[in-house]
């Protein structure tokens, strides 16, 4: 199989505005958020789907979505809600994605690809965002 490019991530070929890692997950901002805040929680075992994992890695994995689930609603505490989606499927890679939401229309928004991403706000977020490994 050859490299996703999350696993590009982990393995430091390509950079991130990373928020948080651990020995079994990275958690880094997305550079087209769904909205402000949006993180990509993944596994540092490449497989297309969370039910694949062994149970270590699917238990670091869930571990890591809530950790990150919950520094979003201490971040963001005017929001309603975490938004989570898991899925692989533009990147073959099993991953959540994570984002603070109001309403139903802000978890269904499409990001828009169409733009450069804007680093210095996404540095600025990271920042924000960051908590330390256990």
């Keep these: 199989m050859e490299p996703s490019i999350f696993t590009r991530i982990i393995n430091g070929e390509i950079p991130c505005f990373k928020v948080y890692e651990d020995e079994k997950t990275i958690a880094f901002l997305d550079i087209h958020p769904i909205q402000p805040g949006h993180v990509l929680v993944v596994p540092k075992t490449q497989i297309g789907n969370f039910y694949e994992l062994n149970d270590e890695d699917y238990a670091a994995f869930f571990a890591t979505v809530k950790r990150i689930a919950q520094q979003l609603k201490r971040k963001f505490p005017d929001k309603a ?54």
């Design 81 to 134: 809600r975490v938004g989570v989606m898991i899925e692989g499927l533009e990147v073959d890679h099993v991953h959540a994605k994570l984002f603070p939401i109001d309403t139903g229309d802000e978890y269904r928004n499409n990001p828009d690809m169409s733009t450069d991403p804007d680093m210095i706000a996404l540095a600025a977020m990271a920042d924000y965002l960051q908590i330390e490994a256990v």
